[in-house]
């Protein structure tokens, strides 16, 4: 097997997680190996270990196969159970440390940043400490969880010093990233907090080096679909076009599922269509028991890859009502835009954290926990929306979405080399 000249390492929780940074790690992949990278690995955890996290997952029998020359490594824990929680972490950070010291240009991208970017940190110093000294390139993107979920929780418990590592282990790398201008307003923000606390000077840092990379999404893979297929798909599920409301998405509360499933049990609507909730995550049996006397709501939670888009395109509306929790924002929404360029009936959401950013000016727009609200556009969009309008909010939802497109983002990503990261702050 030859040697490859350019290397691409993702660290990143990849499938079978349903989370739209997962996909997002799976398009970067695809696009470098268009783009001069030979060996292009997804540096990932193992099953079991995703399982015992409780995190929500595709079907393991459906995740769609990436191209040949992507290699999706999980390695084994390094230790035994007196290594409680860093087994799984050395694992990574060894098998990085194995493919650094091969004499290949390496680019090493880690998403989400607890703990992905620390065990980039850990075996890039590892490496340049024992001799291997081929080019190493580290780029970091901070996504929602990061900064909603991990550095605010740090703030509002009073824990700086787990802050300011993450920050700082951010600001090492020789590429800052955030997946929306909302995160990286969050970020600075954040930054400016603990320097108040701590008398350091990370605010002024990320103000001057943190820049915005977009998701990039496979835009073929929404648009252009098979008609027949789309018939198909909703044949198998009992559904017909126009005939429901979809959420797709995870099932969480901070997703509005609540907020829409009392919403959709006020409207008009509901006499002619369907609301189908698709997709897994912590709330789904709570909300099935909460629902099973309902026989206008449908759940499904083994929608793969494929068929994702073919519900997008046959459903009446798509609803995703995401309303800021203290746990976490929507830093983006990424299953905005993949409906957006899939077509069918119109998008509903909130502007909620990078929500604005995704969708333009071309959703129909209630504010977050507004249960009339949402009732309401359901209904204008399911009984008032003339063709017509529908036809042309499709149309524009489909150009703004298409900016988003995978390789358009990832050579804005890669267009420029930019300086290492300064130490000492």
């Given at each position: ?16 997680v ?65 290594v409680?929680?860093g087994?799984?972490?050395?694992g990574l ?15 090493c ?31 970091a ?34 590429d800052?990233?955030?997946v ?16 108040r ?61 609540y907020?829409?499933v009392?919403?959709?049990a ?23 028991s ?15 890859d ?43 959401t ?39 309008e ?26 420029t ?9």
């Amino acid at each position: 097997m030859n040697r490859p000249d350019r290397r691409l390492v993702i660290v990143v929780r990849a499938d079978p997680v349903i989370c739209g940074h997962s996909g997002e790690a799976r398009n970067l992949a695809e696009v470098a190996l268009t783009r001069g990278f030979d060996d292009v690995r997804l540096l990932t955890w193992p099953i079991p270990a995703l399982q015992a996290a409780g995190l929500p997952l595709k079907p393991l029998d459906r995740i769609s196969p990436y191209s040949p020359g992507i290699t999706v490594e999980r390695p084994e824990p390094v230790g035994d159970y007196r290594v409680p929680d860093g087994r799984y972490i050395a694992g990574l950070t060894g098998r990085l440390v194995e493919l650094l010291a091969e004499p290949a240009t390496a680019t090493c991208l880690s998403l989400y940043l607890a703990p992905h970017t620390a065990v980039v940190a850990d075996a890039v110093a590892a490496a340049r400490a024992v001799g291997y000294t081929t080019g190493i390139r580290t780029m970091a993107k901070a996504v929602g969880s990061d900064v909603t979920n991990v550095i605010r929780s740090c703030l509002r418990e009073g824990r700086f010093g787990a802050a300011v590592v993450l920050l700082t282990t951010f600001l090492a790398n020789d590429d800052v990233l955030a997946v929306s201008e909302y995160t990286r307003r969050e970020i600075i923000a954040s930054a400016e907090d603990v320097d108040r606390h701590c008398g350091t000077r990370l605010a002024e840092e990320c103000r001057r080096r943190v820049t915005v990379s977009y998701p990039p999404i496979d835009t073929a893979a929404y648009t252009g679909l098979d008609p027949s297929a789309v018939d198909a798909a909703l044949t198998r599920r009992g559904l017909e076009r126009d005939g429901y409301v979809l959420f797709l998405s995870r099932v969480t509360r901070a997703k509005g599922v609540y907020d829409l499933v009392e919403a959709f049990a006020r409207t008009r609507a509901r006499a002619r269509v369907r609301l189908v909730i698709a997709g897994n995550g912590p709330a789904l049996e709570h909300l099935r028991s909460t629902a099973h006397h309902d026989d206008r709501v449908v759940f499904l939670s083994d929608v793969d890859d494929e068929e994702k888009p073919l519900l997008m395109r046959g459903c009446a509306a798509y609803t995703l009502p995401t309303r800021p929790e203290p746990d976490f924002v929507e830093t983006f929404g990424i299953a905005l835009t993949e409906k957006m360029l899939a077509g069918g009936g119109p998008v509903i959401t909130t502007v909620t954290g990078g929500t604005g950013e995704a969708v333009g000016d071309t959703a129909l727009i209630v504010e977050a926990g507004d249960v009339a609200g949402l009732a309401a556009a359901i209904d204008h969009a399911v009984l008032g929306m003339p063709a017509g309008e529908r036809e042309l909010m499709a149309l524009r939802a489909r150009a703004h979405a298409m900016s988003f497109d995978r390789a358009r983002v990832f050579d804005e990503l890669f267009a420029t080399s930019k300086p290492a990261a300064l130490a000492g702050f």
